[in-house]
């Protein structure tokens, strides 16, 4: 068979064509990668507690400004375990760029790890109290996004002074809901916190929350007893298995029922949200007006959210940046989740906003209070759980106290345990 051999016209347009084609191809794909490119923001990973509402305020006010701001995507993920969720990836060797806990005893455990990076040149010296920035070796490795008080007691609006007086009284008459997942039978903490607090000041609230006062003393007896008695420990069981079995937020929804279940809740000023104190107008007074002995004068017991760092890549600490400055801070409590005790970031009195908001913003600002961190929150991780469950053992079985803190002070007398030096703004 004979081939005809292409005409050497015909074979230089081939050759071209492919040329063409070939070009044509490789410019398609970098359009694509280009594009691609442009399209995929830097990003850094966040994991914080925040879920439902919170979780929505948190994006809205504060992170999507920041995206659009920065060009920097959040990958955010909102946990109420988020305890758990970090020490799993820390233990995996993939933690988040930026976390988000309520816990400076678990941080400065991080922090002794070699986990955390500080946050000297990120965060404004002098931006937030003594008490919420809690220096370690030196170093800054916290600071408060949100923070709330907690020696408050709810109440109805419309509700006497002789109606409260007799409503605390009255083990019944007490909100109480202990479950929260793997952390329930921390209210309990909260009470016994308190209690200790304004029955014997802020001072032996310090020695006890850095590991100094003995859990058998005098004087932390006598705080989980005088919350025995107020809420009922051991003796109506219909009244203690609802307490045991009610999600802390539930635990205020007989106070809206027709007839009212209940009339008073001892419990941060967070709940104030909830759809029941919501609904009968809730107000508030300090707890030292309802805790038998009370005697300490502006004392109040304080928690936060706080923000650490475990990158220190360049997106990660424009975050930090970002949620410490006065801006976002602002924008946050603006949303009334929360509150900021950063001063620069207090709204304008013009600005409006709800008087209990108001109210409860300038009593963690207030320089003439003394401002103590929720101790459990301050504790070693391992004695804040047994901490916590020891509450809810308390409650049904009252008479198993003297075990109970035995057991906690071997614990708290354990090795390789790490205690802040403060917990409160200052002492009287």
Not at 21 to 48: H, N
Not at 199 to 214: N, S
Not at 266 to 274: E, K, M, P, V
Request: hydrophobic share 40%; net charge negative.
């Amino acid at each position: 068979m004979t081939v005809t051999a292409p005409h050497p016209r015909h074979s230089r347009r081939i050759r071209a064509l492919t040329v063409v084609v070939s070009c044509l191809v490789l410019l398609a794909a970098a359009v694509v990668f280009a594009v691609r490119a442009l399209g995929q923001e830097p990003t850094v990973t966040l994991l914080a507690n925040w879920t439902g509402t919170d979780e929505r305020n948190f994006r809205e006010s504060v992170i999507e400004p920041f995206e659009r701001k920065y060009h920097i995507h959040v990958d955010y993920q909102g946990s109420s375990a988020e305890s758990q969720v970090l020490g799993a990836d820390v233990e995996a060797g993939t933690p988040p760029d930026v976390v988000v806990l309520t816990g400076p005893g678990e941080l400065a455990d991080y922090a002794r790890q070699g986990q955390l990076k500080p946050l000297d040149d990120l965060v404004p010296r002098g931006g937030f109290g003594a008490s919420w920035t809690t220096p370690l070796d030196g170093h800054v490795y916290w600071f408060p996004l949100k923070a709330d008080l907690k020696s408050i007691v709810w109440y109805p609006a419309g509700t006497s002074e002789r109606q409260r007086a007799e409503a605390a009284g009255r083990p019944g008459q007490w909100c109480v809901g202990m479950g929260s997942g793997a952390t329930s039978g921390w209210p309990g903490t909260d009470w016994i916190e308190d209690i200790l607090l304004q029955q014997y000041g802020p001072a032996t609230y310090q020695r006890w929350a850095r590991g100094e006062l003995p859990w058998r003393s005098g004087a932390v007896r006598s705080a989980w007893t005088t919350w025995g008695r107020l809420v009922g420990a051991g003796g109506d069981r219909d009244l203690v298995r609802r307490a045991l079995k009610t999600p802390y937020q539930d635990a205020s929804k007989p106070v809206a029922g027709h007839p009212r279940g209940c009339t008073l809740e001892h419990q941060a000023s967070f709940i104030r949200n909830q759809d029941s104190w919501k609904r009968v107008d809730g107000r508030y007074e300090p707890s030292a007006r309802r805790i038998p002995g009370a005697r300490a004068s502006d004392a109040w017991e304080v928690s936060g959210d706080l923000v650490a760092l475990l990158h220190d890549t360049p997106q990660a600490k424009t975050l930090i940046r970002h949620l410490a400055s006065a801006g976002a801070q602002r924008a946050w409590n603006a949303e009334e989740s929360g509150f900021s005790v950063s001063p620069a970031a207090q709204p304008a009195p013009s600005d409006g906003g709800a008087a209990w908001h108001r109210s409860l913003a300038a009593t963690l600002l207030d320089d003439r209070a003394v401002h103590c961190f929720d101790a459990s929150d301050a504790m070693p991780p391992s004695v804040r759980d047994a901490f916590a469950e020891a509450t809810i053992e308390f409650l049904a079985h009252p008479d198993h106290l003297n075990a109970l803190l035995a057991s906690l002070d071997t614990l708290s007398h354990s090795q390789g345990l790490t205690w802040l030096p403060s917990v409160c703004d200052r002492t009287p």
